[in-house]
């Protein structure tokens, strides 16, 4: 099994400011990585898929890169209702894989 | 707007049965793959099923397979999950979640989840 490795764990950030998220992968998943936030008492929302494409209607300051093992989720300026948990997810075909990484969270 | 509801979730004893339900809406139901995924604190997000739109592809976790099964009647824009001989350890919120038309590779949208707690 693929195991996600998020990083870091909590990030304390303010308003404007830029967060730089990290995921990294234990074997490669080429570009079958999705990010994922997730606030108080909601179901988790697509923000990110194949690495770098924004899912619709998400901002453009939500901004992923990265392939093979290692992958990142940008806020470009942080707004309040960006403070949330935030989760990647890959789908590998060979070997069959889907599995999620731990959260980061980011708070205020 | 594309919508997916769960139910059923409660309290059940171990070795209990419960059954849930996802209801969708705003889509061709029909077409694509549905999912169950739960969530713990501990362990945090788990793909435990999933179903392609015709039922023909179906797959289980390790940690749910011969207890737990999922199916779907397109008909009533619907997946259920019959979970059986339960465990201490399915205590989670349940969501139901969209993939694609042909694949599974990311879930969109996710409904906001059923609460399962299993507890003498």
């Known amino acids: 099994e693929i195991v996600l490795a998020q990083s870091p764990a909590t990030l304390s950030l303010s308003p404007g400011e830029r967060a730089t998220l990290s995921c990294r992968a234990s074997q490669s998943v080429g570009s079958s990585l999705a990010w994922y936030q997730q606030k108080p008492d909601q179901a988790p929302r697509l923000l990110i898929y194949d690495a770098s494409n924004r899912a619709i209607g998400i901002p453009a300051r939500f901004s992923g890169s990265g392939s093979g093992t290692d992958f990142t989720l940008t806020i470009s300026s942080l707004q309040p209702e960006d403070f949330a948990i935030y989760y990647c997810q890959q789908r590998s075909v060979w070997p069959p894989s889907l599995t999620f990484g731990g959260g980061t969270k980011v708070e205020i | 707007q594309v919508q997916l509801v769960e139910s059923g979730g409660g309290v059940a004893k171990p070795g209990g049965s419960l059954t849930l339900s996802c209801a969708a809406s705003?889509?061709?139901?029909?077409?694509?793959?549905m999912s169950w995924v739960r969530q713990t604190p501990g362990k945090g997000l788990e793909l435990i099923s999933f179903i392609s739109g015709s039922s023909a592809t179906i797959f289980y976790a390790d940690s749910v397979k011969g207890r737990f099964t999922i199916s779907r009647v397109n008909a009533k824009n619907s997946i259920y999950l019959q979970m059986n001989n339960l465990r201490a350890e399915d205590t989670a919120v349940y969501h139901c979640a969209r993939g694609e038309e042909w694949d599974l590779r990311w879930f969109d949208p996710w409904g906001q989840g059923t609460l399962v707690i299993v507890s003498s």
């Open positions: 705003g889509f061709p139901f029909g077409d694509y793959y």
